[in-house]
């Protein structure tokens, strides 16, 4: 597929528009997630590498997941035409966390 360089905006700033307006959204959305994420994929291979030492299946558990009030940040936005059979505009940008 070809791709043709498009435009670059740079969208961290308080007047970010619309990206601003979605991490805004976003933001508190971020915290549930990676509670799920740690919860549900990260807290099971500890507990089995645990029980594996023989130091208990149960012995590890997250309690308390409080990733900050800082609101991600999208900076260097960019956007590419692909030229496909399917006409697709590619989106890349750096996510910025700082919590």
Not at 16 to 40: A, F, H, I, K
Not at 41 to 46: F, I, S
Request: hydrophobic residues 40%.
């Amino acid at each position: 597929a070809k791709v043709s360089q498009g435009s670059q905006t740079d969208v961290s700033g308080a007047d970010s528009g619309w990206v601003g307006d979605v991490m805004q959204q976003l933001s508190p959305r971020v915290s549930e997630m990676c509670t799920r994420v740690l919860n549900s994929r990260v807290e099971p291979l500890v507990q089995g590498a645990l029980a594996a030492l023989n130091l208990g299946r149960k012995a590890f558990k997250f309690t308390r997941i409080n990733l900050g009030h800082v609101q991600p940040k999208i900076t260097n936005l960019r956007t590419h035409h692909a030229i496909t059979a399917m006409q697709r505009i590619v989106v890349d940008f750096d996510f910025i966390y700082d919590g």
